[in-house]
């Protein structure tokens, strides 16, 4: 079975734009969550989305902002985009919200 | 405040030995504890976890063991190979495996590094 994807891999923006990163849950896993990680430190909690509905979120800004679709893919929304949102991107999904989440690779993503 | 703390931000074994890492946390409502493993450029990897209502959990050669007094616990990799060769993650969870509403709380790491 395919493991969590995500998409892009990479990516480079400019201070006060906003960007989409996207998440494919493994098959059969209907829960999301979004983590930031910035050099040096471990992954922080931003959302978690179970059955479309958002069911945590972590000590970030209103510009974070999330959703999951029928499908139960996801997208994380960052708006007016700082320098220091500079992280790599984790998406995990699991079959519940009480479920061992499995890790994507990432997205990175660099503001200047 | 962090509340799981790795302290040893890298730790150099030799082939065959044992690895020991260790894992403090602060938060006495978290019930479950899980490791994950990271190599560069790619996601953390599920290794192992264990529940609160129990004090050691073994998988292969990995074990983990859990203090709740001391609010500590290990990860024991016997016989360490080259490819454990990552950085290992302690991560926490007050419901469940999941995370759930609060997500899961991680430490900074430990840099595991195997000598041939």
């Known amino acids: 079975d395919a493991g969590v994807t995500q998409s892009p891999t990479h990516l480079i923006k400019t201070r006060g734009q906003h960007v989409t990163l996207r998440c494919s849950p493994i098959?059969?896993?209907?829960?999301v969550s979004w983590y930031q990680q910035v050099l040096g430190q471990g992954p922080q909690f931003i959302f978690q989305?179970?059955?479309?509905?958002?069911?945590g979120r972590g000590n970030f800004p209103d510009r974070f902002s999330a959703r999951q679709f029928p499908n139960y893919s996801s997208e994380l929304n960052v708006n007016a985009l700082l320098l220091g949102d500079s992280a790599l991107y984790l998406c995990?999904?699991?079959?519940?919200?009480?479920?061992?989440?499995?890790f994507g690779p990432g997205t990175r993503l660099t503001v200047l | 405040d962090q509340q799981v703390k790795q302290n040893s931000p890298s730790l150099s074994v030799q082939e065959g030995r044992i690895s020991i890492l260790n894992c403090d946390y602060t938060n006495s409502m978290f019930d479950y504890f899980l490791w994950y493993k990271k190599y560069p450029a790619e996601g953390p990897t599920f290794l192992i976890s264990i529940s609160s209502i129990k004090d050691k959990n073994e998988d292969g050669r990995f074990t983990v063991f859990l203090n709740k007094s001391a609010k500590h616990l290990s990860l024991h990799i016997v016989p360490s190979q080259p490819g454990d060769s990552a950085v290992y993650f302690c991560a926490a969870s007050a419901w469940g495996s999941g995370g759930g509403a609060d997500g899961l709380t991680f430490g900074k790491g430990t840099h595991l590094i195997i000598q041939p």
């Open positions: 995990a999904s699991s079959r519940g919200v009480a479920g061992t989440q499995y």
């Open positions: 989305y179970y059955e479309k509905e958002e069911r």
């Open positions: 098959s059969g896993h209907k829960s």
